[in-house]
Structure formats: structure tokens, C-alpha cells
């Protein structure tokens, strides 16, 4: 992908006049962030088992954030992912306490512990709600799928996977699913979800990472090796499925962590690396146009 943006890759964080550092954030690694679909409020989940939520304002182009609730995961267990529900009221996390627990924004929770409403055997690494059908999808490092009403005790239904779920990602009805093994399946989940496609990686790294095109032509995904790619479910005229390297100094590679496409903007996605990095691209016209720092 060619790029006419050069940066040289650091860990330092570079603060301009606009940039703003939310207050309590928390006392250990965090795992994930979620913007709510309906108000500005950001949710992030975090190792010390705290999920959090700020509301952020923007005037006169400066940003400030009102730290508004937190809860915790019981036994001081790792927070490892959260999704909104459609209607911004509701955020869906995921842990290393193999739960899928549901806190209703505005209510303080019995000893301050988001709502079970899901299990697996194993910690849950990504989930997201499915907007067609008002279910909750957890995916987890035992190998399942499971699709939640929050309403019920168990599952309403669950796909076994091809090895440890890393990632999930929703846009409208298509849902991608990053396994363990390079393992990449999509799904149609507009009624009971059937599989759609199912592939190993071209890239020879272990995939991190997946984001669906909001178009549900395809989606993209990142690596562990410093290598992303564009992923196309049929030829389209004038794109193509393409891999490229990101998140890279000179020969040091670095995790591509996070992918996630402009909910808006067609094309726009933004790419997370561990080195602290965020580059912002146009999959249409193979070109990064922003890095930060």
C-alpha cells in the first residue's frame, strides 16, 4: 500500500494542544475501547478488572472527559472486551473469568459487578451485538461461538471453532470471526447465523485482529508481524484483496492490535500497533493519509 505519509516508529506519547489524557484510567493494561452509537461516551475495559465510562465534549476544539461510572468483573478478574448495544444504553463485556456480563449505563449494579449472562470454558476474548436480532455474540479461547439473549441462561445457540477465538467483528449482518491458525470465518447473521466463507490467512503471521467492511464486501485484518491485509469476498471492479506492511521500524516489527473501519466514511479505517502508533488509511485508493504520533 503506498503511503505518503514517513514517521519514524515510537513508544513516547507526543501530547499537542489538542489532545486530551481522560483521568482514571485505571491501574493496569487496557484491553479495549467502545464508542457508544448514540452519545459520547467511551467505554474501555482494562487488566484490573474495571470497565469504564467517560462522557467527552469537544468545544472550541478542545476535547475534556467527565469520568461518569465504573464497575468491575468479580474476583479481580481481567477485562478483556465490551461492545455497546445498538441503542448506546447497554455495554457487553468479556473476561478471563470466562464470563459475558452486561451493565446497563445509569445503574449501579448489585456489588458493583456488571450482570452475568453468558459462560464459557474458557476466558472470553471479543464479543458484539448483533443488531438484527438483539442477540449478544461471545467468542472464546474454548474453541465456541456462542450467540446470548440476555433474557435467557443459555445460549441460543453456539458454533464450535476451528481453534481460540482472537477477534470478532459486526457490520450490519456480516459477522468475521479470527482464530487461532490463521483460521478467518464469516457469517450471515441477518436471521440465525450460517456460515459464508471460511479461509486461512495469506499472511503467515498470527492474526490479531479483524474488522468487517461496512459495506460487507469483505473485511481486513492484522497480524502480530507487522503485516495487515484487505480481504475482497468476490472481485470488485477497480479493487482488489491486498496485503501491506504497517506499524514497522526498519526492521523491527511490531503487533498490529486493533483495526476499525469509519462507521461513516467510506473506505476510512484505522490501524493500532504496539508501538504506540495509529495510522489512518483509504482502502479504495490503497493510500495512508494520517499517522499518529
Not at 21 to 41: C, K, M, R, Y
Not at 190 to 206: A, L, V, W
Not at 243 to 260: E, G, P, T, V, Y
Not at 264 to 271: D, N, P
Request: net charge positive.
Amino acid at each position: 500500500m503506498t503511503t505518503p505519509v514517513t514517521t519514524t516508529a515510537t513508544t513516547k506519547t507526543v501530547l499537542h494542544d489538542s489532545d486530551h489524557n481522560v483521568s482514571h484510567a485505571g491501574n493496569d493494561g487496557i484491553s479495549s475501547l467502545s464508542w457508544s452509537p448514540a452519545a459520547n461516551f467511551l467505554v474501555s475495559t482494562n487488566w484490573d478488572s474495571g470497565v469504564r465510562c467517560w462522557e467527552v465534549k469537544e468545544q472550541n476544539r478542545q476535547i475534556t472527559s467527565q469520568p461518569k461510572a465504573q464497575v468491575n468483573h468479580e474476583n479481580k478478574a481481567p477485562v478483556l472486551c465490551s461492545a455497546f448495544s445498538s441503542d448506546g444504553s447497554t455495554v457487553f463485556t468479556g473476561g478471563a473469568d470466562n464470563t459475558v456480563r452486561m451493565w446497563t449505563l445509569g445503574q449501579t449494579p448489585s456489588n458493583n459487578a456488571p450482570s452475568k449472562i453468558g459462560v464459557h470454558a474458557s476466558p472470553v476474548k471479543s464479543v458484539g451485538f448483533i443488531n438484527s436480532t438483539n442477540l449478544v455474540v461471545s467468542g472464546g479461547w474454548d474453541n465456541f461461538l456462542k450467540f446470548w439473549d440476555v433474557r435467557q441462561e443459555n445460549p441460543v445457540m453456539q458454533i464450535e471453532l476451528p481453534d481460540k477465538c482472537h477477534d470478532l467483528n459486526i457490520a450490519n449482518s456480516l459477522l468475521v470471526v479470527a482464530c487461532n491458525g490463521r483460521h478467518i470465518i464469516s457469517y450471515d447473521v441477518s436471521n440465525e447465523p450460517r456460515e459464508h466463507t471460511k479461509m486461512k490467512s495469506e499472511i503467515k503471521f498470527q492474526t490479531r485482529c479483524i474488522a468487517a467492511f461496512p459495506d460487507m464486501t469483505g473485511f481486513a485484518y492484522g497480524t502480530i508481524g507487522g503485516w495487515a491485509r484487505l480481504e475482497y469476498f468476490k472481485k470488485v471492479p477497480g479493487k482488489s484483496s491486498l496485503s501491506f506492511k504497517c506499524h514497522r521500524q526498519d526492521n523491527l516489527m511490531h503487533s498490529i492490535n486493533a483495526i476499525c473501519f469509519h462507521p461513516r466514511l467510506s473506505g476510512s479505517f484505522a490501524t493500532v500497533g504496539s508501538d504506540g502508533g495509529v495510522g489512518f488509511w483509504d482502502k479504495d485508493i490503497k493510500w495512508k493519509t494520517k499517522q499518529f504520533p
